[in-house]
């Protein structure tokens, strides 16, 4: 079994920052690509930025240049530092990480259980 577990988010004014983490636990053999989705209330879930195991990066338009995503692969664990916040950033951030069981198995997503992320104007 597989854990993907959020950092706190919080409630942060705009021009912040915030740093949210994501720790995988269980039973891991690897992981390959992690990234970040967020769901904001009336929309659709969208992705915010993705990261293979080597630390090759995508980001979505709308948070380029002021979100950068990172991994720790020893620890299995998935950054998102947050700059420069907008209103329009407020959402339920969601890590999710496609994950080998065993050498033999094969990979599968996983999803954490989402924190939320407020930005007030």
């Known amino acids: 079994q597989v854990h993907l577990v959020e950092s706190r988010g919080g409630l942060v004014e705009t021009g912040g920052a915030l740093r949210l983490s994501c720790a995988a636990s269980g039973s891991i053999f690897s992981i390959n690509d992690m990234g970040w989705y967020r769901q904001a209330p009336g929309k659709q879930r969208e992705l915010v930025a993705s990261?293979?195991?080597?630390?090759?990066?995508r980001y979505a338009d709308s948070v380029k240049g002021r979100f950068t995503i990172s991994r720790d692969n020893a620890k299995k664990t998935m950054y998102l530092q947050m700059n420069s916040l907008k209103p329009e950033d407020t959402a339920v951030y969601l890590c999710?990480?496609?994950?080998?069981?065993?050498?033999?198995?094969?990979?599968?997503?996983?999803w954490g259980q989402g924190t939320q992320v407020t930005v007030s104007s």
């Open positions: 990261i293979t195991r080597g630390g090759n990066a």
């Open positions: 999710t990480a496609d994950i080998r069981n065993t050498a033999w198995a094969r990979a599968m997503w996983y």
